[in-house]
């Protein structure tokens, strides 16, 4: 255990109890002035808070890595979980603001005046959050796997039981300035190794500027092994499948309930479009960083630790060889580590880099609190948002609505603990890293809510029948697509299991639009509900008129 | 309430979908085409990186950081244009969060 356990377990306890004191400080304000008048978080604080729910352990613990592995393929998860954000605020973030529901199926039941599709969207909604939850799970293993040096399905198992508690407790969703918080550590957590390593390597301060010589240095050292160079487009998967999950994951961005909600809290229609720009440059600092942290890992570890003597490695190898994550084997008994001996599994490279470069035990401690605070509250969101779905939209407004406060309250913790112990239990022995099980999240969205929201805002000849058959379509469609891509073999185009999503929004926009064209238009109302989602909040469309509100302006 | 003329709304309406494509269409550029001829661009290098991977790691990043900050601030322009700008509304509600 030693000094680097003391140090990380306190850096974790600390920020902890940071998050919590600001938001048993806050809670008691913002719950009163929430409903009310409240919404009025300013945009680039929101912002902020829309990126710490953002960045999850797939985007700090696992991106990274996932680019070290991948090279230039890996890039499209960089544009995809970037990019997806103008499709979110140009088209569906401020019209959803104006229409002012509190969740993403409660728009699409009123939008389409239909409780067959608001219990779709919440069975959608349950879906994605819980796919999304194993990775989160998984990323805590790794964390605590490495913190106790034990296996990191054991790590898992804590990790479910912190989890389960701090749910329960009511996570942290929506106290704006815990998350503020959460950026800040996360953020500062994420850029001091890379901007050390950078300073180690080239000598400069800023890693941006500086790794573009180490990606064609590291393509030199490529050549020399005789394996294919680091940048080289296209070499894991074909061209089609870096476009097909790009797409995916710009369009999942686009529909992620638990991200939407988020535009729900600021003022206008104006104030969601500044939050969005906010957000992804305060998201674009992580992303623009994670090439970066690749490059000099790969970079130190193709430098310094391959060519070691085998019984000779450093101290750091065997503590991570304890969670079964890395591997280092002397395949030809040669007596000397070689580049291709070394087997590293994505998740771990964020995670086991400052001990890689040696950058002290308060940094790599920072790093183990910063990759907690993203898989904790980002899986403790998830799982609310699977027991409100389950509390409130089925259970209460379907199987039994004249359930008490009490008995529904106590269906939600229930939900809560029950998705918790079986997402923790997949996560024991995860089907994919963190980023490919984050991927079909995000597949699963851009095939059912994507479609749902971009034809509910933008064509009000669009009716409940069009976007049930388009909702369940887009969910047989993506996954089957996954399974079959990742267990049957199957692929088109070369496009594997995490670009499912493009055949899954193509077949939902397709199935919407031939379903509703042959079936009757939605009633004038809905119609004209539909049409003033074009104009901003002053003005307001009625009987085929535009009225201005001057008393708002 | 005051009625709009109907041409207005639509003008109002018009621009801002305008503004959108615009921005859509470079979006698309800057990360699709791009994808897309990723083999022909490798030759090329820019502050060390091949053009392919600066255009995956950064500049289509940065490319989509500025194209938001672009539609807030014309978006902004063409409410004030057709007198919508909910000024007194924002300032209200800043106020009110920070004093929080």
């Known amino acids: 255990m030693g000094t680097q356990f003391i140090v990380s377990l306190s850096l974790i306890i600390?920020?902890?109890?940071?998050?919590?004191?600001?938001?048993?400080?806050?809670?008691?304000?913002?719950?009163?002035?929430?409903?009310?008048?409240?919404r009025g978080v300013p945009p680039i604080y929101n912002g902020m808070a829309i990126g710490a729910d953002w960045m999850s352990a797939a985007s700090f613990i696992g991106m990274a890595g996932t680019v070290m592995v991948l090279g230039y393929d890996g890039l499209a998860y960089i544009m995809g979980w970037t990019g997806g954000y103008?499709?979110?605020?140009?088209?569906?973030?401020?019209?959803?603001?104006?229409?002012?529901?509190?969740t993403v199926p409660e728009f699409i039941g009123d939008r389409f005046n239909s409780k067959t599709a608001l219990v779709i969207a919440a069975i959608c909604t349950i879906i994605i959050s819980f796919t999304y939850s194993?990775?989160?799970?998984?990323?805590?293993?790794?964390?605590?796997?490495?913190?106790?040096?034990?296996d990191a399905r054991v790590g898992t198992m804590i990790g479910v039981a912190i989890i389960a508690v701090y749910a329960t407790f009511g996570g942290m969703k929506g106290i704006t300035w815990t998350q503020v918080a959460q950026y800040v550590i996360l953020i500062i957590a994420y850029l001091i190794p890379v901007i050390f390593m950078s300073l180690q390597i080239t000598g400069n301060p800023m890693p941006w500027l500086s790794y573009g010589n180490v990606v064609a240095e590291l393509g030199e050292l490529?050549?020399?092994?005789?394996?294919?160079?680091?940048?080289?487009?296209?070499?894991?998967?074909?061209?089609?499948?870096?476009?097909?999950?790009?797409?995916?994951?710009?369009?999942?961005?686009?529909?992620?309930?638990?991200?939407?909600?988020?535009?729900?809290?600021?003022?206008?229609?104006?104030?969601?479009?500044?939050?969005?720009a906010w957000a992804l440059l305060f998201i674009g600092l992580l992303y623009l960083s994670a090439p970066a942290y690749a490059a000099f890992s790969r970079f130190i570890l193709m430098t310094q630790i391959a060519g070691s003597e085998i019984a000779n490695l450093p101290a750091w190898t065997e503590k991570w060889i304890n969670t079964g994550l890395l591997q280092m084997a002397d395949t030809n008994g040669d007596g000397i580590l070689q580049w291709a001996e070394i087997a590293i599994s994505n998740d771990i490279v964020v995670m086991a880099t400052p001990e890689i470069a040696n950058l002290g035990v308060f940094v790599i401690g920072l790093v183990a609190a910063g990759a907690m605070a993203a898989a904790l509250s980002t899986a403790g969101g998830l799982l609310i948002a699977i027991s409100s779905s389950f509390s409130h939209d089925i259970y209460y407004r379907i199987i039994n609505p004249q359930a008490t406060e009490k008995k529904r309250m106590f269906v939600a913790r229930l939900s809560i603990l029950i998705a918790t112990v079986?997402?923790?239990?997949?996560?024991?022995?995860?089907?994919?890293?963190?980023?490919?099980?984050?991927?079909?999240?995000?597949?699963?969205?851009?095939?059912?809510?994507?479609?749902?929201?971009?034809?509910?805002?933008?064509?009000?000849?669009?009716?409940?029948?069009?976007?049930?058959?388009?909702?369940?379509?887009?969910?047989?469609?993506?996954l089957s697509y996954i399974f079959l891509a990742k267990y049957g073999g199957f692929s088109i185009a070369g496009i594997i299991d995490t670009g499912a999503g493009v055949f899954g929004a193509t077949a939902a926009i397709l199935t919407n639009v031939i379903v509703s064209l042959s079936t009757p238009a939605p009633t004038q109302k809905i119609q004209d509900?539909?049409?003033?989602?074009?104009?901003?909040?002053?003005?307001?469309?009625?009987?085929?008129?535009v009225w201005k509100d001057e008393t708002a302006g | 309430m005051k009625?709009?003329?109907?041409?207005?709304?639509?003008?109002?309406?018009?621009?801002?979908?305008?503004?959108?494509?615009?921005?859509?269409?470079?979006?698309?550029?800057?990360s699709y085409v791009m994808v897309f001829f990723a083999e022909s661009l490798a030759q090329y290098s820019f502050n060390g990186f091949p053009l392919h991977y600066f255009m995956g790691a950064q500049g289509s990043v940065a490319t989509f950081i500025v194209l938001l900050f672009v539609n807030a601030a014309i978006s902004d322009r063409i409410d004030e244009k057709y007198g919508l700008s909910p000024k007194k509304k924002i300032e209200q509600t800043l106020d009110r969060s920070v004093n929080q």
């Open chain 1, 14 to 38: 600390l920020t902890f109890a940071l998050y919590i004191g600001i938001a048993i400080y806050n809670r008691s304000k913002e719950t009163s002035e929430f409903y009310v008048a409240g």
């Open chain 1, 86 to 102: 103008l499709l979110l605020t140009f088209l569906l973030a401020p019209q959803l603001r104006k229409y002012g529901r509190y």
């Open chain 1, 134 to 150: 194993i990775g989160q799970l998984a990323g805590s293993g790794v964390v605590i796997g490495r913190l106790f040096e034990v």
């Open chain 1, 222 to 276: 490529d050549r020399e092994l005789g394996v294919s160079q680091y940048f080289a487009p296209f070499d894991d998967a074909t061209k089609w499948q870096f476009l097909a999950l790009m797409f995916s994951l710009m369009a999942g961005t686009a529909g992620l309930p638990h991200v939407i909600v988020r535009f729900y809290t600021v003022a206008t229609m104006k104030a969601a479009r500044w939050s969005g």
């Open chain 1, 422 to 478: 079986v997402a923790g239990l997949v996560a024991l022995d995860p089907p994919g890293v963190i980023t490919q099980i984050v991927a079909w999240a995000f597949a699963i969205a851009s095939g059912t809510f994507f479609p749902a929201l971009l034809l509910g805002v933008w064509w009000k000849r669009a009716n409940a029948q069009g976007v049930i058959a388009g909702m369940v379509v887009g969910l047989v469609v993506t």
């Open chain 1, 529 to 545: 509900e539909v049409m003033d989602l074009r104009y901003p909040e002053q003005m307001t469309y009625k009987d085929g008129e």
């Open chain 2, 3 to 30: 009625k709009i003329d109907k041409a207005v709304a639509d003008a109002y309406f018009k621009e801002r979908i305008r503004l959108i494509g615009i921005l859509l269409v470079i979006w698309f550029i800057v």
